[in-house]
C-alpha cells in the first residue's frame, strides 16, 4: 500500500505534468514550439521516472543488446554490443520539434553537451579467408553533439530513427583489440582518438543504430503508457 506521503507526490507529479502540457492546444500555431518547450520542462523526470504514469527512469537507459552487421568489398563484420549503458539525457535540450499529422510522425532535434555510453562488445570479421573475433569492455564520449529524431506509430508500435546531426568531439575506448598487449593496445588508442574524423564515415552508422534501439526501448517502453492525450486539449 501507498503511504500518504507517497500517494501526495503522486498527485503533486501528475498535477506538475499537467500544469506543462496545459497551455499546448493542437489547433493552436504555438503547438510545436509549446511541445518543445514542455519536453524540456520533463528533464528533471529523466533520472527518477513518473512512477504514477509508468514512465521508468531512463538516465541512465539501459540496452541489454545492440547488434550490427556490414559487409565491405567481400569483408564482412558482425559487431555485438552487450550490457550497455547510455547517458547524459537530463542535460539535454530539445531545439526543434516538429509534428507531422499527416504522416503521424513527430520530428525533433536534441543537443547534448556530453553523452556517454559504455558497455561489453564481441566483435567478428569473416572474409577473404580471414577470420577474426575479439571481445572486451568499450565505451564511448560524445561531446557539443545533436541528433534529429524521427518517431512514426506503426500500429501498436513505434518506428524510430535517430540521425546525427553534428559531432564537435569524441572519445573512444575499445579494450583488447590487440589481445591484451597493453603498450600497442595505448598506442593504437591514442591513434583512434587523434584520427577518429577522417573514419567517422564508419563509426556513424553505429552511433546511429546504438541510439535508435536506444530511443526505440524508452518511447515503446517508458512511454507506452504516458497519458499525453489526457493533457493535450484540442
Known amino acids: ?21 496545459s497551455p499546448c492546444k493542437k489547433s493552436s500555431p504555438d503547438f510545436d514550439p509549446c511541445i518543445k518547450r514542455a519536453f524540456n520542462k520533463l528533464r528533471p523526470y ?3 521516472g513518473i512512477p504514477a504514469m509508468g514512465v521508468a527512469p531512463f538516465d541512465p537507459h539501459f540496452a541489454k543488446e545492440v547488434k ?4 565491405i568489398g567481400g569483408l564482412g563484420y558482425t559487431l555485438t554490443l552487450r550490457n550497455v549503458f547510455e547517458g547524459g539525457w537530463t542535460q539535454s535540450t530539445v531545439t526543434k ?3 507531422d499529422w499527416a504522416n503521424k510522425r513527430i520530428i525533433y532535434s536534441q543537443y547534448f553537451p556530453e553523452k556517454w555510453l559504455k558497455g ?7 572474409g577473404f579467408g580471414l577470420e577474426m573475433m575479439r571481445t572486451g569492455q568499450w565505451n564511448l564520449t560524445l561531446r557539443d553533439y545533436s541528433q534529429t ?3 512514426k506509430r506503426n500500429g501498436s508500435g513505434l518506428d524510430v530513427h535517430v540521425e546525427i546531426d553534428h559531432i564537435g568531439d569524441m572519445d573512444i575506448h575499445v579494450g583488447n583489440l590487440l589481445l591484451g598487449r597493453r603498450i600497442l593496445e595505448q598506442m593504437l588508442d591514442r591513434v583512434i582518438n587523434l584520427t577518429w574524423k577522417p ?4 563509426i556513424r552508422p553505429l552511433i546511429n543504430d546504438l541510439v535508435s534501439t536506444a ?8 512511454f507506452r503508457n504516458f497519458p499525453l492525450d489526457v493533457f493535450i486539449k484540442n
Not at 5 to 21: C, P
Not at 68 to 71: C, D, L
Not at 120 to 126: A, R, S
Not at 199 to 202: P, S, Y
Open 1 to 21: 500500500m501507498l503511504s500518504c506521503s507517497q500517494m501526495s507526490r503522486t498527485e503533486d507529479e501528475v498535477e506538475v505534468i499537467a500544469k506543462i502540457f
Open 46 to 48: 529523466f533520472k527518477r
Open 68 to 71: 550490427q552487421k556490414r559487409s
Open 97 to 99: 520539434y516538429k509534428t
Open 120 to 126: 561489453e562488445y564481441e566483435f567478428k570479421v569473416d
Open 149 to 151: 529524431t524521427r518517431i
Open 199 to 202: 573514419g567517422f564515415a564508419v
Open 215 to 222: 530511443f526505440t526501448d524508452i518511447w515503446s517502453n517508458s
